[in-house]
Every structure is written in structure tokens, then in C-alpha cells.
T-cell receptor, first 110, second 113 residues
Framework: EDQVTQSPEALRLQEGESSSLNCSYT??????LFWYRQDPGKGPEFLFT???AGEEKEKERLKATLTKKESFLHITAPKPEDSATYLC???????????FGRGTSLIVHP | DTGVSQDPRHKITKRGQNVTFRCDPI?????LYWYRQTLGQGPEFLTY????????KSRLLSDRFSAERPKGSFSTLEIQRTEQGDSAMYLC???????????FGQGTRLTVV
């Protein structure tokens, strides 16, 4: 069974304090690793797709990387508006159904 | 606006009543997913469609849950005889093809009283 585990569950940072969020996955034949941002009461907002180990994607203060067993979302010099829950999902071969982790709740203090 | 649209955004119902939610995917997206999300958890997969074909429905939570996608366009999710445990956010997402990123709607928040 496909599994996605995210850590930490919660993270508090000061504005400007860089950090990384981890996503470990166990899927049979990774077909895509996805990162989303979710604000309270709203649907997840797509951020990145990664397909193969070594791939990296960047968007503003966020950078996502992928290895054969895990993905990292690096946040550089975060701002309070980066506060949200960050979700990771992995789609495996066969059905390609994205399986989600529980998310990391990020709070950035000014 | 060409994003995924869900209706209603909020639904309060009495226990035992039936409810139906609608999802309009991004046009020309042939994959449509339904997920359920409870507080503090990630989205939990329920079912998905490839065009009008429902290819996976074993993860629907019980036989009270059913989904349709007539003509491969919009989709509906119905919950019969609602229970308090059905209270959650129901999310719909669509993607252009298998393995591509899925785009989500804003969800329908269901409260069963």
C-alpha cells in the first residue's frame, strides 16, 4: 500500500529563518511527487510536480527536491504570508492516484 | 474562471438526510478525483473517473457513498442517510492525464447535526 509521511507535523519559524519540510514516500513505481499549499478552509493549491530523483523546482522562496525515497520543500527567508499547511502527495504506477500525507503546518512569525 | 468549481461551499444537514455535491472540473481534464479531508489530516482518496468511467470505487467509505460523472463532464457525490461521522470537507480535483498534477476546488464543507 502506498504511504506518504510528512515531518514535522508543525513548524514555527521567525521571519527570515530558513528551514526544510520532509516528505517520505513508499510507493510502487513513482509516477509523480506533488507539493501543495493549503490555507484554512480552502482547497489545496498546487505548487510543484517532481518526476525523477535529482529533479528540483523553484518558485519564489520555495524549492522542492526529490530523491528515491523522499522529497524536501526548502523555504528560504520565509515571510508571514508563507504560513499555511504544506501537503505532499505521491502517485504510483498503475492507477496514478495521488496519495497524500497529513501535511506540515507552518507558522511564520513576524 | 477556468478552475475547478464545487457547489455548495457549505452544507448543514440533519442526520439521516441525503446530500449531493457537484463538481465542475477544468474543461478538457479527463481525470476527476473525489477526496475527503477531516481536521488535521491530509486528503483521503474516495474515488476517481477517467472521462465517464469510474475506475476505482473500492475506497468509498461505505455503500452510502456514490458518485457519478455523466458524459464525462461534471461529477456528483451523493451521501445517503448521513451520519455525524460524515462531517468533513469534500474535495474535488481534476487533472489533464494520469500522473499529471491535480487541481483542486475550494471544497464543500459538510456538517451533519
Amino acid at each position: 500500500e502506498d504511504q506518504v509521511t510528512q515531518s514535522p507535523e508543525a513548524l514555527r519559524l521567525q521571519e527570515g529563518e530558513s528551514s526544510s519540510l520532509n516528505c517520505s514516500y513508499t510507493v510502487s513505481g513513482l509516477r509523480g511527487l506533488f507539493w501543495y499549499r493549503q490555507d484554512p478552509g480552502k482547497g489545496p493549491e498546487f505548487l510543484f510536480t517532481l518526476y525523477s530523483a535529482g529533479e528540483e523546482k523553484e518558485k519564489e522562496r520555495l524549492k522542492a527536491t526529490l530523491t528515491k525515497k523522499e522529497s524536501f520543500l526548502h523555504i528560504t527567508a520565509p515571510k508571514p504570508e508563507d504560513s499555511a499547511t504544506y501537503l505532499c502527495a505521491a502517485a504510483s504506477g498503475g492507477s496514478y492516484i495521488p496519495t497524500f500525507g497529513r501535511g506540515t503546518s507552518l507558522i511564520v512569525h513576524p | 474562471d477556468t478552475g475547478v468549481s464545487q457547489d455548495p461551499r457549505h452544507k448543514i444537514t440533519k442526520r439521516g438526510q441525503n446530500v449531493t455535491f457537484r463538481c465542475d472540473p477544468i474543461s478538457e481534464h479527463n481525470r476527476l478525483y473525489w477526496y475527503r479531508q477531516t481536521l488535521g489530516q491530509g486528503p483521503e482518496f474516495l474515488t476517481y473517473f477517467q472521462n465517464e468511467a469510474q475506475l476505482e470505487k473500492s475506497r468509498l467509505l461505505s455503500d452510502r457513498f456514490s458518485a457519478e460523472r455523466p458524459k464525462g463532464s461534471f461529477s456528483t457525490l451523493e451521501i445517503q442517510r448521513t451520519e455525524q461521522g460524515d462531517s468533513a470537507m469534500y474535495l474535488c480535483a481534476s487533472s489533464s492525464e494520469a500522473g499529471a498534477e491535480a487541481f483542486f476546488g475550494q471544497g464543500t464543507r459538510l456538517t451533519v447535526v
